[in-house]
């Protein structure tokens, strides 16, 4: 049986723009990616990095169905 865990990370990003969204989910990430399977969006325009994301972290990406 394998264990499911829910983690929320938390970094303080002064812009809200695509560019430094993108760079701090990378960086706040990139020590935990092997624990990264999935990454849920809200469908905010900050988040159309979200490719470079699962790329930079081998995982993939959902959105909240509004």
């Given at each position: 049986?394998?264990?499911?865990?829910?983690?929320?990370l938390h970094y303080?990003?002064?812009a809200k723009k695509a560019d430094a969204v993108k760079?701090?989910?990378i960086d706040v990430m990139e020590p935990v990616k092997k624990c990264v399977k999935t990454i849920t969006y809200d469908n905010g325009k900050e988040f159309?990095?979200?490719?470079?994301v699962n790329?930079?972290?081998k995982c993939?990406?959902?959105f909240?169905?509004?």
């Open positions: 049986m394998s264990e499911k865990q829910n983690c929320d303080p990003c002064r760079q701090a989910m159309v990095g979200h490719t470079a790329k930079a972290l993939k990406s959902y909240a169905t509004p």
